[in-house]
């Protein structure tokens, strides 16, 4: 045992040891660092000696462990990560869902999105549904999810539990027969979609005394070409049973479901004048003063159909897009070339008319203009002095002469 006042002995490695400069005994037997000294760990400093053991003769004091040093802000706490949603609305308000940076995709301010959830959709966009009715008389039903007119008629038919072949056309934001608001390539956002489906069939016979019969023809992206347009004082306005609306089934028994509205006009045309055939007609399905003027003024553009908040653009190939309302340049061109197609060709079609403006706002001549329309609308061969006339009417709505 030893004395008061003897020197204790020092065991090699002992915080007191030479071998360690810069370390110092801490109280309850820890060894810390002292401020000045060899650099830090890792910075080249000799690793420091172990706790030497307890030679006094007193119990130990208890030992007390270094509370954990604090962590940054956030990261001791998984955030909860926000709800996968379908639309804006769902998620709560344009802002999205709470805890996020409006605008910001989710991972742009800390790095990739957290492991196991899907990327982020591209754009969250509205789940577009439209209300919709049968024009004779229906509950409200709701159509989405549609790409093309064809697709839209198979919703409508869903909806109300009937066979998709019984859907004529469809109009907007009316019940009567009104070509000037005929459902074509544009659908506003907002507009209410009512089914016209099939009613009495008929047959007619009709003497073609002239080489024009006044009919205008369009149809309905599915099938189906009706009379959109009869011109007053022809030989088809001189028939009152035939009315604008009706679905030309067939000419002389030869069945015309699944032609196309230029096709239709074409056999018509080439009617010899002086003979009679049988016209095999069915008028929609009528409810109580549904029907428009036979001969009113068809243009596409003469009534805005779309809303403040944009349209959704239906095309025959490709997906629906949803898009901004035409300019006024757009609308002035595209009633300018659908009033061509009815001259030249005998049919009214907006979405065709709005296509042939697509591909001319940009061309430099007729010849460039013929090329773009031989090469995606080449089942029509259109003759030389039309697309010269189209190219002209473009060319005068980009200055707005009417």
Request: charge should be neutral; aromatic fraction near 6%.
């Amino acid at each position: 045992m030893i004395g008061p006042g003897a020197v204790w002995p020092r065991l090699p490695g002992s915080v007191a040891s030479a071998a360690a400069p810069g370390w110092r005994a801490g109280g309850s037997g820890r060894t810390q660092r002292s401020t000045a000294g060899p650099p830090l760990l890792g910075e080249g400093a000799p690793t420091p000696p172990p706790t030497p053991p307890n030679l006094c003769c007193h119990p130990p004091l208890p030992h007390h462990p270094l509370p954990p040093p604090p962590m940054p802000l956030g990261l001791g706490r998984r955030k909860k990560p926000p709800p996968l949603v379908e639309n804006e609305e769902a998620a709560g308000g344009r802002g999205g869902a709470a805890g996020e940076t409006p605008g910001v995709p989710v991972g742009a301010l800390g790095g990739p999105p957290p492991p196991g959830l899907p990327p982020p959709p591209p754009a969250l966009r509205p789940r577009l549904v439209f209300h919709t009715q049968l024009a004779h008389g229906s509950p409200t039903g709701r159509v989405e999810g549609f790409t093309n007119v064809r697709e839209l008629y198979g919703k409508i038919a869903e909806a109300f539990r009937i066979p998709p072949g019984e859907v004529m056309f469809c109009t907007l934001n009316t019940h009567k027969v009104d070509m000037e608001k005929l459902l074509g390539g544009q659908i506003g956002l907002e507009d209410f979609i009512f089914a016209h489906t099939k009613g009495q069939r008929k047959e007619v016979e009709v003497f073609k005394s002239e080489e024009a019969l006044g009919l205008t023809i369009t149809d309905n992206g599915a099938g189906y070409a009706f009379i959109k347009r009869i011109r007053e004082g022809s030989v088809i306005d001189r028939i009152p049973v035939i009315s604008v609306g009706d679905m030309i089934e067939a000419i002389d028994g030869q069945s015309l479901v699944g032609a196309r509205h230029y096709e239709v006009a074409k056999m018509l045309k080439e009617l010899p004048r002086g003979r009679t055939f049988a016209l095999q007609l069915t008028e929609p399905r009528k409810a109580f003063d549904m029907i428009g003027p036979r001969a009113g003024g068809a243009r596409g553009g003469g009534t805005q159909l779309g809303t403040g908040r944009g349209t959704l653009r239906l095309r025959a190939r490709g997906p629906a897009t949803v898009e901004e309302q035409p300019s006024a340049f757009e609308e002035r061109a595209v009633a300018k070339v659908d009033d061509l197609l009815e001259s030249y060709m005998g049919i009214r079609d907006s979405e065709l008319a709005a296509t042939m403006v697509e591909l001319g706002r940009d061309a430099r001549d007729p010849d460039a203009l013929a090329q773009a329309l031989d090469s995606q609308l080449g089942d029509f061969a259109f003759p030389d002095e039309f697309v010269f006339d189209v190219w002209g009417a473009i060319g005068d709505a980009k200055v707005g002469r009417c």
